[in-house]
């Protein structure tokens, strides 16, 4: 079997509304290999889809039909520490084991470009897949085709904090209630920010992160769904966040962090309890600069 490793990602980083993602250190694990039937087990207990609607499942028959080839069944082990629908890429951790696990099976016919392709298609929008891919921040256009990408390797004394709450938003219902046009002078206001947020963090000016991350596009309308969103926002700031901002769709909250506020997360944690939102659990990151790896192959 293979056992395959995904990164939990980061999407949007504010501004960057399905253009930009970064990995975090957390990983999902899937072992797979080919069988002449459909036989899906959680290691972990999570519920997860055990027939053929399986996400990984469906991955990987999307990639043996694009090279001509028909799946007949498979057998994975799943180990889901991504927590489901809470914007940190469960499901694109689970489109890009797929392609990958698929992939390695046949022999690796694709390259790493068309993986990126074929993860984005299947998503909808790359921000979340092409880091889980490839590591690092990746800044991606897709054109409905194809996606253009660059991916930047991170070494900073950040830490990417998830202030993640026990509740799910699935991403479906985080989208429908984006508005459908935005003014010119909003389009200017998250653009400018979006491109701030990756020259700040690549050039260390982590300073300009709190303007570069707020928005228009999609947090002021997601807030509305995340109770308390706001509150833990300020309580991050007031322990010496350099920003804040929801992570892709939501629910869970993003703080980073300089390495050296040692304590941040326990101040955090001791602030939330205080202040009544016991539910949110606090977890602290690095940037991931390697991507999804199959680890025994
Ligand atoms: N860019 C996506 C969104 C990420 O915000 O809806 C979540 O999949």
Redesign the pocket.
């Known amino acids: 079997m293979y056992k395959i490793q995904i990164p939990a990602t980061s ?2 980083l504010g501004a960057g ?2 253009a930009l993602g970064l990995a975090l250190n957390y990983y999902n694990y899937v072992e797979m290999e080919e069988s002449d039937r459909v036989d899906i087990v959680s290691a972990d207990g999570a519920d997860i889809p055990c027939d053929e609607n399986n996400l990984i499942y469906v991955s990987a028959k999307d990639l043996f039909a694009v090279c001509g080839r028909k799946l007949s069944g498979l057998r994975l082990r799943q180990t889901n520490n991504i927590p489901m629908a809470r ?1 940190l890429g469960s499901s694109s951790a689970c489109i890009i084991a797929g392609l990958v696990g698929a992939n390695r099976l046949l022999g690796d016919p694709l390259t790493k470009d068309d993986l990126v392709d074929l993860s984005a298609q299947i998503e909808g ?1 790359p ?2 897949t092409a880091p889980a891919l490839l590591g690092g921040i990746v800044t991606a256009v897709f054109d409905g085709r194809k996606v253009h990408w660059v991916k930047q390797e991170v070494f900073t004394k950040l830490k990417f904090v998830a202030i993640i709450p026990d509740f799910e938003l699935k ?1 479906d219902k ?2 429908a209630c984006l508005p459908t046009e935005i003014s010119h002078k909003d389009a200017v206001f998250n653009l400018s920010r979006a491109a701030l947020f990756s020259a700040s963090l690549l050039t260390g000016k982590f300073e300009n992160l709190r303007t570069a991350v707020h928005d228009k596009l ?1 947090q002021p309308y997601r807030m509305e769904l995340i109770p308390n969103c706001r509150e833990v926002f300020d309580i991050a700031y007031t322990h010496g966040a350099y920003a804040s901002y929801i992570s ?2 939501g629910p869970t909250v993003m703080a980073i962090v300089d390495e050296q506020n040692t304590y941040f997360a326990g101040k955090m944690k001791f602030s939330l309890d205080n202040a009544g939102l016991g539910g949110w659990q606090v977890h602290e990151f690095k940037i991931d600069n390697e991507g999804t790896k199959i680890l025994n192959g």
Request: charge should be negative; aromatic fraction near 8%.
């Open positions: 999407a949007n509304f399905d914007g929008h921000d979340n991403t985080a989208r999609h892709g769709a």
